[in-house]
T-cell receptor
Framework: SQTIHQWPATLVQPVGSPLSLECTVEGTSNPNLYWYRQAAGRGLQLLFYSVGIGQISSEVPQNLSASRPQDRQFILSSKKLLLSDSGFYLC?????????????FGPGTRLTVT | QKEVEQDPGPLSVPEGAIVSLNCTYSNSAFQYFMWYRQYSRKGPELLMYTYSSGNKEDGRFTAQVDKSSKYISLFIRDSQPSDSATYLCAMTPTDKLIFGTGTRLQVFP
């Protein structure tokens, strides 16, 4: 069966510090991978998605970036965090083409920027 | 107008009630429809998904899609306190899901 891992689970970082969140998927190959942010009481905002190694699409202009160095590894980074970067970060995977592209989420990382 | 509209609630019901959760959408190209359950401080969990119109049942849960009205529903029978969570609808014609903002459900004993 497939499993998705995210770490760390919680993170408190000062403004201006760098960020690296990691997501790995087990039990499947060539998945689509997604990064979302969920602000308190708000919906899911798609940040990045990837259909293959080195292929990253950015949905929202911001100071975050994503990389996919291996087939089942997805990394979210920032060089300098802003207060507005606080939130609940979720990684998800879905089967690739032809669909239905149902997404399976990881446990999330709760980031607080102070 | 948002592509997907979902009443945020909260919806408060007694244990054993039938719950109806709904979403409306505007894009007629949507083909796949999904429902997720999210407990507080956890990642969303896929409950079920359907393709195009019709009904799909899984235990106490029934998903219904009416493409002519651009309306989808999730029914929960014999609701339990453990069903208390936020329910998110999602839909897509492609490999990116469009999510509703979620309906918070509270089932009290």
């Amino acid at each position: 069966s497939q499993t998705i891992h995210q770490w760390p689970a919680t993170l408190v970082q000062p403004v201006g510090s760098p960020l690296s969140l990691e997501c790995t998927v087990e039990g499947t190959s060539n998945p689509n991978l997604y990064w979302y942010r969920q602000a308190a009481g708000r919906g899911l905002q798609l940040l990045f998605y990837s259909v293959g190694i080195g292929q990253i699409s950015s949905e929202v202009p911001q100071n975050l970036s994503a990389s996919r160095p291996q087939d089942r590894q997805f990394i979210l980074s920032s060089k300098k965090l802003l207060l507005s970067d606080s939130g609940f970060y979720l990684c998800a995977w879905s089967p690739s083409w032809p669909g239905p592209y149902e997404q399976y989420f990881g446990p999330g990382t709760r980031l607080t920027v102070t | 107008q948002k592509e997907v509209e979902q009443d945020p609630g909260p919806l408060s019901v007694p244990e054993g009630a039938i719950v109806s959760l709904n979403c409306t959408y505007s894009n007629s190209a949507f083909q796949y429809f999904m429902w997720y359950r999210q407990y507080s401080r956890k990642g969303p969990e896929l409950l079920m998904y359907t393709y195009s119109s019709g009904n799909k049942e899984d235990g106490r849960f029934t998903a219904q899609v009416d493409k002519s009205s651009k309306y989808i529903s999730l029914f929960i029978r014999d609701s339990q306190p453990s069903d208390s969570a936020t329910y998110l609808c999602a839909m897509t014609p492609t490999d990116k899901l469009i999510f509703g903002t979620g309906t918070r459900l509270q089932v009290f004993p």
